[in-house]
């Protein structure tokens, strides 16, 4: 348990694809303190470049590495199975989907789809069963809190209320 009262049953970091908005970035790195992220990477120059107007009300970007990087591939955490979250043929739904223990998620742009080399280079593909395209933010928040239910199905003790 951290000094934070959360459990950390399993290792995840978030990989995001050119993300444009940094008010989706703001509430993504909330939602990565609130469910034990460690990490988050992103491509492109879009969030850089406003940034200094992040939503991040919690200071996450404090705690938790931001960083951009040029190829998302190249930033795979040790152990960490690359996981696409898309819209795409070869998609698994997520009501579904077993998280592996060490996941590296992997999210595309809120105004595009994650290209064909990375979505191919990832171990697994899932998607949320929904009537369409979700916001970037409400899709991380909703994949990692299955994460964290399905955690809790086969370790109850993990959950410690926290405000």
């Given amino acids: 348990m951290d000094n934070k009262g959360v ?3 399993s290792f995840t970091s978030i ?10 970035v703001g509430s993504i790195l909330r ?24 939503t991040d009300t919690k ?14 591939r190249q930033v795979l955490p ?8 898309e819209l795409s043929r070869q998609a698994k739904p997520l009501i579904n989907y077993q998280h592996p223990d060490k996941a590296f998620y992997i999210f595309g742009p809120e105004d595009g789809s994650i290209d064909r ?10 998607y949320i ?17 299955d994460r964290l239910c399905k955690s809790l199905l086969t370790q109850p003790a993990l959950l410690s209320p926290v405000c």
């Avoid at 200071?59 to 998302?72: C, F, N, S």
């Fill in 7 to 9: 459990v950390a049953a």
């Fill in 129 to 145: 069963p929904t009537q369409g395209c979700m916001n970037l933010a409400a899709t991380v928040n909703v994949v990692l809190y």
């Fill in 59 to 72: 200071k996450m970007h404090q705690r938790i590495p931001t960083l951009g990087v040029d190829d998302l």
């Fill in 31 to 54: 939602a990565a303190g609130c469910y034990g992220a460690s990490s988050i990477f992103y491509t492109g120059t879009r969030y850089y470049r406003a940034s200094r107007y992040v």
């Fill in 78 to 85: 040790k152990g960490a199975r690359p996981v696409a979250v």
């Fill in 15 to 24: 990989g995001l694809v050119n993300p444009k908005s940094p008010e989706n």
């Fill in 117 to 126: 080399t990375l979505l191919d280079w990832c171990e697994d593909v899932v």
